[in-house]
């Protein structure tokens, strides 16, 4: 039981080049989630998704997207990758009862040049 | 608008002593109320959480308390040690649903042996 697990680990990327993280759960989770982490930021919901072909905007949406083809996967997209981007991404994953806790994977460092 | 705040950037208690992280709110719908905590370079972990219909939850050495009427929690760690040593994240979610955590900043506690 690995829990969330989130590929890569790190990257490099320069402006406006293009990549996916790619984000497995095995809890058999309703809900997952991709956060981004900035200094002194703490954590900001990018886009959501409540189920299996659903995705949802967060509070930060702007130059990402998403898609959850299967319940167990999250993908999150970057397009055309900017300086901005540049951060800490998580990715966490629930249950679909109220009161349950997000479960956290360990993060993907991501830098853009 | 910071919905969740944690207005004490970092904490330093000596080992043995009580730490106390504090967090205030803004959103009159939040109802359910969550403590995470984050080494360096790893995601972060669900500690404990409190739904609004209670004033106070302990699991071990850690207690949340929550006052509604002030729209203010608090985690409280006795004893503190050393391995205590991470960011502590205040996260709220409302309207009956826990799908969107809203996160402070974080309070960097650090232990001293």
């Known amino acids: 039981n690995a829990g969330v697990t989130q590929t890569p680990k790190f990257r490099v990327l320069k402006t406006g080049q293009s990549m996916t993280l790619l984000c497995a759960q095995d809890m058999n989770h309703e809900y997952m989630y991709w956060y981004r982490q900035d200094p002194g930021m703490g954590l900001r919901l990018i886009h959501y998704s409540v189920g299996e072909g659903t995705t949802a905007k967060g509070e930060v949406p702007d130059g990402y997207n998403v898609s959850r083809l299967k319940k167990q996967n999250f993908l999150l997209g970057l397009e055309s990758a900017a300086p901005s981007q540049t951060s800490v991404y998580f990715c966490?994953?629930?249950?679909?009862?109220?009161?349950?806790?997000?479960?956290f994977g360990p993060g993907t460092r991501l830098l853009v040049l | 608008d910071q919905q969740v705040k944690q207005n004490s950037p970092s904490l330093s208690v000596q080992e043995g002593r009580i730490s106390i992280l504090n967090c205030d709110y803004t959103?009159?719908?939040?109802?359910?109320f969550l403590w995470y905590k984050k080494y360096p370079a790893e995601g972060p972990t669900f500690l404990i959480s409190i739904s609004s219909i209670k004033d106070k939850n302990e699991d071990g050495r850690f207690t949340v308390f929550l006052n509604k009427s002030a729209k203010h929690l608090s985690l409280h760690i006795v004893p503190s040690q050393p391995g205590d040593s991470a960011v502590y994240f205040c996260a709220a979610s409302g309207g009956g649903s826990n799908y969107k955590l809203t996160f402070g900043k974080g309070t960097l506690l650090t232990v001293n042996p």
């Open positions: 959103n009159s719908m939040f109802d359910y």
């Open positions: 966490a994953s629930s249950a679909a009862r109220w009161g349950e806790t997000q479960y």
